[in-house]
Structure formats: C-alpha cells, structure tokens
C-alpha cells in the first residue's frame, strides 16, 4: 500500500478516542485496513486514561500493522470524552476530522465518501451518516423507534440530503472540516467522562455550524456498524441515559432568560408526556415516557443544584 510521503499532508485524519475497551478498539483498527484509499488518512487514536491494557494493545497493533497505516497513539490525561477529541483535533494534520468510535466498524468505502463529499460540495462543513447496530444480545421488545437514537442507531434514508432539523451526525460516524474548530473546540463541561452518560457536546458544536449558516450533510454511504452491549440493553440503563441527557440540557442554558426558556419548554413536555401516557398501551410507549420523566428530572436537579451554588457564592 502507497504511504504518505514525509511532509505530505493526509487528506483526511480519522480520530478515535477510546477508554477501557480494548478488544472492540482492535476489532474497530482491525477493520480500518481493509478501508478503500487508507492511504490517503493518518489515523489518530487518543486514550482516555484507560485502566485497562488500551496502551499495550494499541502499540502492539501498530508494531504490526502500522507499515499498512499511518497512525499514531496519543495518551490524554484529562478523564472526558472532549478533552480527547480536541487532544486529536490539535495533533490532526488534515484539513478534514473524522471520528469514528472504538466500538464502530465503518464500511469499506468510508473514507472514499467523506473525502469525495467535502471535494465535491465547498458549502458543506460537516457530514454524517447511517449508523446500524450490532446488539451482543437480543434486542428488547421495548426498543422502539424513538429510543433508537439515544441507542445511537441512525438511518434517513437512501438519498443524499441535508440533515432534517434537530438532527445531526452522531460521534460514532461524523466528520467535519477543521476550520469549525478555529473558533472553538468541544466544551469540556459537556460530554462523557469515564463512565458517565453526560452528552450534549455534539448537539453544542452542529448548533455553531448551523447557526453560521453552513450545511450539514447526511451521506447513506457513509456508514458503519456499531456495537451496542448486552449491559446498554436494559430498561435502568436507558433510564439513566435520559436523565443524564436531561442534566445535559440543563448545562447547555445560561443566564436568567435560558433558564427562563428551558423551564417552559419543560413545562410544555410535562403537559405531552401526560397527555401521551392516557393514550400510551405498548411496553415501548409507556417506558418512553418514563424516560422522558426521568429527563425532567435531570434537567429540574441540575437547574436547582446550580441555584443552590449560585446563593451559596
């Protein structure tokens, strides 16, 4: 396979940032070499302060393939998922950032897709794709198509379009041009760190894309399988998800007149939810909106802790 010269830059760098799951990262590196163009990317995987043998396991894998690819291991100390994906948009050399999850196995004309795309369409600014599961176990009669995005499980269609509104690409499957970083990279106070379900990051920077008036592509073609554990499969779990998406919410309104704006949107989905609920038969419907309340939840617990700090001093 043709290598990247030295001081050729890539045309694209793919970023994976990992933590404490290192046998899905080699299935995922693994996977990138039977990629169409491999040659024309670096890739860049960050460890999060694994506890497990994440290090050992990936330096084992480039002393074995890495004549195959151009890719690097970078350790970031700072425990959240933010803080190692900006750690690895600052040592990327390409003016395109892809991220692909340590769990995510992408087809093999991703990179060719993204590449392409960006090439292809100046106005573009950020692009994602379909996202398909691979569930280690049975998948529940409760998983309905509304929970199928906080599963991260992602499918509009067979036509290249502009993402819908209140939709964006996930982080298993998204890429963007490096420019969007010039003003910002990812807030720190959103996002997962270590095991917890914090989110919210991903919503934050497609809103700045957005709100500056650039596209933001969908590309059926830019596609990958994601695993989903057996221990994500269960009705606490999910549970919990909602309610951290809820905090999340909470952190993401400032001031008087955010907070203001947030209470009566969450108002407003107390009243749906009960409505939602006489009507709701099915096991799916009805958990829905026990999730729903747990969200409220979240985001009423941290608008109050966040009070209670403020009088504090």
Known sequence: MPMLEYGDVPKIS?????YNRSVLLVKTLQS????????????????????????????SFMETEGAEMDIRYLLEPVQGLSAARNTGILASKSPIIAFLDDDAIPCRTWITTIVDSFEQH?????????????????????LIKPFELPYTIVDLGDRVREYPKRLHPCGANMAMR????DISLFPLELGRKGDSLLSGEETWLFGQIQGEG????????????????AGRLTEDWIMKRYYSQGISNAMKSEGVKGNLI?????????????????????????LLNRCRLESIRGTLHMI??????SAAG
Not at 14 to 18: F, G, L, P, V
Not at 272 to 284: F, H, N, Q, V
């Open 14 to 18: 793919i970023i994976i940032c990992t």
């Open 32 to 59: 990138l070499l039977s990629l169409e163009n491999l040659h024309q990317a670096e890739i860049i995987v960050v460890d999060n302060h694994s506890k497990d043998d994440t290090a050992s396991v990936t330096k």
């Open 122 to 142: 100046p106005e573009v600014m950020a692009m994602g794709g379909k996202i398909a599961p691979i569930f280690e176990s049975k998948r529940p009669e409760w």
């Open 178 to 181: 490096k420019l969007v970083f």
């Open 214 to 229: 650039h596209s933001i592509l969908y590309h059926p073609q830019m596609a990958v399988d994601h695993f989903v554990p």
């Open 262 to 286: 947030l209470l009566v949107k969450t108002a407003a989905k107390v009243v749906y939810i009960m409505a939602d609920s006489i009507l709701s038969r099915s096991k799916g419907r009805k």
């Open 304 to 309: 109050w802790n966040r009070k209670r700090q």
